[in-house]
Structure formats: C-alpha cells, structure tokens
C-alpha cells in the first residue's frame, strides 16, 4: 500500500524564522515520484516541486528547499526566512505505478508578524 | 491565459437533487482528474481520465459520474446518491506522467 504522512498538522512561526514541514512517504514501487503543494487560503493548489525516485540531491529555490532521503522515505521541506505569505496548507503526495496521487493530511504552516 | 477553470465557485443544493461542476483546460493535457477535500482533510480522488471516452473510477466514486467527450472537459455529477456531498471539489489535469495542476475549486454546500 501507498501511504504518505505529514505528522505536523498545524505550525506557527514567527517571521523570518525557518521551518522545515515533515514528510515520510510508504511505497514498494522502485519508480515513483514525490510532490510538494501549496495550499493558500483562496484554495487553490499549486505546485512547487516534483521530484522522481531516482534523484536524491536536494533541490534549492529562492528561499525553499527539499531534501529527499530514501534511506529514511523522508522528502522534507524547509522555508528559509519565513514570510507572512507563507502562510498556507502544503501537502505532499506520492505517485507511483498505479499513477494515482497520494496525499498526506497537509500541515498547516501559520507565519505571525 | 493557459490553466484549468472551474464553475461555479459555490454552489448549493437541496437535498435529493443533481448538480453537474464544471471542469475546463486550455493546456493541452491528456489526463484530467477530481478531488474531495473535506475540512482539515488532504485531497480524495473521485475519478480521473486519461484519455477521451474514458475515465476510471477512484478511491470515492461512489454517488458521482463523470464524463470525457473533448480532450478539455471534465465535468463532474454529484447524484442524490452522494449521503454527503458537502466539500471543496478540486479538478486538475496533467500530461500522463507529470506533475497536476489545480483548478480554483468549487466549493458546494446542501441545504
């Protein structure tokens, strides 16, 4: 069975400080993929990163960054000097070969001025 | 402007009826998918479709229908046999081994 677990379901930063959202994902597929999405309050999805399993470096985008450790089945996200607009729920998902999208719960990520 | 569309945002219905959401894309993907996302809840997959004329069922089919006839549509029926429709419905659609991308959302409500 696929499963993917997001443990924190709710964080709240002051600005400027960095946070780093847990996922652990569960899969017996060899090739799958692994995704981060933001969630803001309009509701709307958006996507911020695929990764495949065959690719462990880690992944750095302005002030995001992802490390994937298969050892661990983690694929974790930190934000870097955290900001107001930040705030949203980010899930992660899984897609392996049945090609259906896995999601966590989502964590919900509060950034206090 | 390339991206997926749904209608209406809210939405409401009485109990018993049927109500059809709206589903479009301009970007050209093959595969197109719909999602419940309840309160606090990560997203569930209703039914997705790979290609026109077909589609298959997800984790949460039961009381909806779909259908495919052009490549850019995608509309969902939530039917009377839903026992709880209330939710965010979440459409969005792919190339085949790509990553989703998300519509706004519908957001229905039974009265």
């Known amino acids: 069975a696929q499963k993917v677990t997001q443990a924190q379901t709710e964080i709240s930063v002051v600005e400027k400080e960095d946070v780093t959202l847990d996922c652990v994902y569960e899969?017996?597929?060899?090739?799958?993929?692994l995704f981060w999405y933001k969630q803001p309050p309009s509701g709307e999805l958006v996507f911020l990163i695929r990764?495949?399993?065959?690719?462990?470096q880690n992944e750095i985008s302005g002030r995001y960054s992802w490390n994937f450790q298969k050892s661990t089945s983690s694929f974790n996200f930190t934000i870097t000097a955290s900001q107001v607009v930040d705030s949203a729920v980010y899930f992660c998902a899984l897609k392996g070969n049945t090609g259906k999208l896995i999601f966590g719960q989502g964590t919900t990520l509060q950034v206090k001025p | 402007d390339g991206g997926i569309t749904q209608s209406p945002k809210y939405l409401f219905r009485k109990e018993g009826q049927n109500v059809t959401l709206s589903c479009e894309q301009n970007l050209n993907h093959d595969a197109m998918y719909w999602y419940r996302q309840d309160p606090g809840q990560g997203l569930r997959l209703i039914y997705y479709s790979q290609i026109v004329n077909d589609f298959q069922k997800g984790d949460i089919a039961e009381g909806y229908s779909v259908s495919r006839e052009k490549k850019e549509s995608f509309p969902l029926t939530v039917t009377s046999a839903q026992k709880n429709p209330t939710a965010f419905y979440l459409c969005?659609?792919?190339?085949?081994?790509?990553?989703?991308?998300f519509g706004p959302g519908t957001r229905l409500t039974v009265l």
């Open positions: 899969t017996r597929d060899t090739t799958y993929y």
């Open positions: 990764r495949n399993s065959f690719d462990e």
């Open positions: 969005a659609s792919s190339l085949i081994y790509n990553e989703q991308f």
